[in-house]
Every structure is written in structure tokens, then in C-alpha cells.
């Protein structure tokens, strides 16, 4: 059997509210969307969302890498029952694209498990179960921070995702508040997308020493790895990097090195779902500890995140919250929110539709 067909198409994705990060505003972003399809008509779906701050992956060539390469790499292929290795002719072909090469990927694994008449989550080992996520607030201030937070508590969630790295002290402030009007039982983790000095962040942790915080994501700049390696000596709050961590490379440094206590994986960094897993396994091995994240995405592929951290035996965080504040989404099913947790079903492959 093999791909007749890869369909590509871009959506603009107005966000609810937009929100602030370290030195940066986000109020709209661009997927991408593929369908790979079989002789016999059965479809799987992928997503990119390139995100220009992360590894200078714009959406004009995502959308090429997808439109020339891995569209021909894709057609007339055999559908495979282990897209790894074509994810590694796709890395050859395209490998300054990683989200394209995330859409293209997830789509294949989505044709796989689909063909197999079962979940994605179980074609790679797992079992479908609740899966606890952090969402996300930006970059405000204090009263902003815990109207945001108070919402998201009321509609079941626990745990606390807090952008900071511009403003130190405000930060500490936000933090304070939160903890003290939220009480001890939110998980609290905070992610500097890599505005802070090696001194501001030292002044953050010894200042938010009492609020018990569950990790520090990114806080130096991604080629600071002898500050995080110092930072990471003297913290007791586990240090995980993001930006830092893209490529299989990256990441095999970051391990090397012990520039951090854990890893954010990003499918949109990494080339989607099969570096994710060499990525794993590695950082795993080493005893380091796993996040998967996301970026504004539509539930396609953060479907796709959310299958993977269920077979994932490393994962200690999931932070997949990127559909939430979309005004509207191509995609449908994949997943259910329930009390601050991702279900996702018994549907062959992802479970998702989308018409394009």
C-alpha cells in the first residue's frame, strides 16, 4: 500500500488572548497542516508551527520544505509500520525545517497507527490514562497574573505554567501572590525563556526559596550552557531546558555536559515524534527527566505530543496547552480536557479529523 496523496495547507490562528514572553508579544500564529493518504483512502493527519523564535524555522520555509521535498519523499512510498526511517531521509532532505518535518512525521506515525486499527499511544507501547498539563499564563502584572490564574483553577487545573525574564522583582512579586493566594497545593513552574542573567536568576531562586516551585525552564540564553551548568549545581529546584535543546545533537550536549536536570521536547523543534523518542531514550538513560511541550498549535499535533508523553516512561512534565486560547481550530477530536488533564481515546492513530 502506499501514499497516493500529501495535501498541505496553511491556517492563520488568531489567538483569544494574546500574551507576553520574555521580549516578546504573541498574538496570532500559522500551522501548517498535511494529509498523507493510502491507496485504500485511509488519511493521516500532521501539523507544523514553525514559531520563528525557535530555531529560525520561518512559516514561508516550513511550508517550502513541505511543498518540495518531503512532498516528493512522501508520494509513492510504501506506508510504513515504522516511519523512523523515513523521518531520517526526511532529516537529509530537510533538515533546516523541523517542524515541517514534525507535520510530515506526525502524519506518517498517524497512517501507521491508523492502518493498525489502534491508538497511536498503544502502537508505541502505552495505554491511553489522564494526562495532567500545565497551562500557560504570560508575561503581565501582578493583578492580571491572578485573575488568570484564578480562571484557570475554577476550570479544574493545578498546575501553573508562569512566564517571566523581564523584570525580576515583578516576577518574584507574581510568584509570592500566586502562592499565597492559590494556597500549597498548585504546582508551580516558572519559565524565563531566556531573559534572565546568571545573577537574575540566582536573585529569583534564593528570593522564591519558600514557595516550593516544581522547575525553572530556560532561564539563560540557549548558548549559555556554563551558566546553566553552574545555575543547575547550586539550585534545588530542577532545571530544564527549551530553547537550549532543539536537535538530537543539542540535546545529546546538554546531557554530556549535565547542563540540566531535565528537557523540554518540543515535536516542533526536534523533527517530530521519532528524533522525540531518540531524544528520550537517551536523556532518560542518563536519569534526566522529560517535558513535552508545545508551541500555539491545533489539536493535531498537540495530539500527537499528548499520545507520546503517555509512552513515554521518562516524562515527568507535560505542558500541552497550545489549542486552548486558538478562536478557532481546523482540527477536531484527538482529545478530551477534563480537570486540568488531556484524555485521549481508543480512536485508531490520533483521532482526529480535519477537512482540507
Known amino acids: 500500500m502506499k501514499i497516493r496523496r500529501f495535501e498541505i495547507v496553511s491556517v492563520d490562528l488568531p ?11 504573541i498574538a496570532f500564529a500559522r500551522n501548517v497542516l498535511v494529509r498523507a493518504e493510502s491507496d485504500d483512502g485511509v488519511s493521516g493527519f500532521g501539523g507544523a508551527a514553525p514559531a520563528n523564535n525557535e530555531g529560525g524555522e520561518s512559516d514561508e520555509s516550513c511550508r517550502a520544505a513541505l511543498e518540495g521535498p518531503l512532498r516528493e519523499l512522501a508520494l509513492g512510498a510504501e506506508v510504513p509500520a515504522d516511519p523512523s526511517e523515513l523521518a531520517d531521509r526526511a532529516l537529509r532532505v530537510a533538515a533546516d525545517s523541523p517542524a515541517a518535518r514534525a507535520a510530515f512525521d506526525i502524519a506518517l506515525w498517524d497512517l501507521a497507527a491508523r492502518k493498525a486499527g489502534i491508538p497511536l499511544v498503544r502502537f508505541w507501547g502505552g495505554k491511553p490514562k489522564p ?63 531566556q531573559g534572565y542573567s546568571l545573577a537574575d536568576a540566582r536573585t529569583l531562586l534564593r528570593d522564591t526559596a519558600e514557595l516550593d516551585l516544581e522547575m525553572l525552564e530556560q532561564p539563560l540564553d540557549a548558548r549559555d550552557l556554563d551558566g546553566m551548568c553552574t545555575l543547575r549545581g547550586e539550585s534545588r529546584v530542577p532545571i530544564v531546558a527549551d530553547e537550549a535543546a532543539g536537535t538530537i545533537e543539542e540535546c545529546a550536549e546538554i546531557v ?98 480535519a477537512v482540507f
Open 131 to 193: 494526562l495532567p498539563t500545565s497551562v500557560t499564563i504570560g508575561v503581565c502584572g501582578v493583578a492580571e497574573t491572578l485573575d488568570a490564574a484564578q480562571r484557570w483553577v475554577a476550570q479544574g487545573f493545578r498546575i501553573i505554567k508562569l512566564k517571566i525574564g523581564e523584570n525580576v522583582a515583578l516576577d518574584t512579586e507574581r510568584l509570592c501572590k500566586l502562592r499565597e493566594g492559590l494556597g500549597p497545593d498548585l504546582l508551580l513552574r516558572v519559565d524565563g525563556n
Open 256 to 353: 554530556a555536559r549535565g547542563a540540566a536536570d531535565g528537557i523540554n521536547i518540543k515535536l516542533m523543534k526536534c523533527g517530530g515524534p521519532s528524533a522525540a523518542r531518540i531524544i528520550h531514550d537517551h536523556a532518560h538513560a542518563a536519569g534526566l527527566s522529560l517535558m513535552l511541550g508545545c508551541n500555539d498549535e491545533t489539536r493535531i499535533s498537540i495530539a500527537a505530543a499528548a499520545h507520546l508523553a503517555l509512552a513515554m516512561p521518562g516524562l515527568r512534565y507535560a505542558d500541552l496547552d497550545g489549542h486552548m486560547d486558538l478562536v478557532r481550530d481546523p482540527a477536531s477530536g484527538g482529545f478530551e480536557v477534563h480537570d486540568g488533564c488531556l484524555h485521549v481515546g481508543e480512536q485508531p492513530g490520533l483521532g482526529v479529523e
Open 15 to 25: 489567538l483569544n488572548e494574546g500574551y507576553r514572553i520574555a521580549n516578546q508579544t
